[in-house]
């Protein structure tokens, strides 16, 4: 199973800190991702990060702003968001992949948390 939380409401140029708490064969997996989807749009790719924390990739709209890790210890994995924009706005989903190479679609991902909503303010 995957949790998210610590979504909530900010001005822009604020910051939240995203968690995800994996236990389970989600956290068994390879690679773990964050998503997000805005009303009316599709789920989209934001960040993944490989289980040894080494390896990341990122969507090319939140480089320099976003950073994601991951705490084997604790089992969860983190989504650290700066400067947000009024377009940051949307749910955010934190998703498992069993496989080695970063993916970059939502259908590529094995398992799924509960979203998390951000609202970021102008």
């Known amino acids: 199973q995957l949790q998210a939380s610590g979504g909530g409401l900010v001005q822009s140029g604020g910051s939240l800190r995203l968690s995800c708490a994996a236990s389970g064969l989600s956290f068994s997996a390879h690679v773990m991702g964050w998503f997000r989807q805005a009303p009316g749009k599709e789920r989209e790719f934001v960040a993944a990060?490989?289980?040894?924390?080494?390896?990341?990739h990122y969507e090319d709209s939140v480089k320099g702003r976003f950073t994601i890790s991951i705490d084997n210890a604790k089992g969860t994995v983190y989504l650290q968001m700066n400067m947000l924009k009024p377009e940051d706005t949307a749910a955010y989903y934190c998703?498992?992949?069993?496989?080695?190479?970063?993916?970059?679609?939502?259908?590529?991902?094995?398992?799924w948390g509960q979203g998390t909503q951000v609202t970021v303010s102008s």
């Open positions: 998703a498992a992949d069993h496989g080695t190479h970063f993916k970059t679609r939502a259908y590529q991902y094995d398992y």
């Open positions: 990060v490989s289980r040894s924390g080494d390896n990341t």
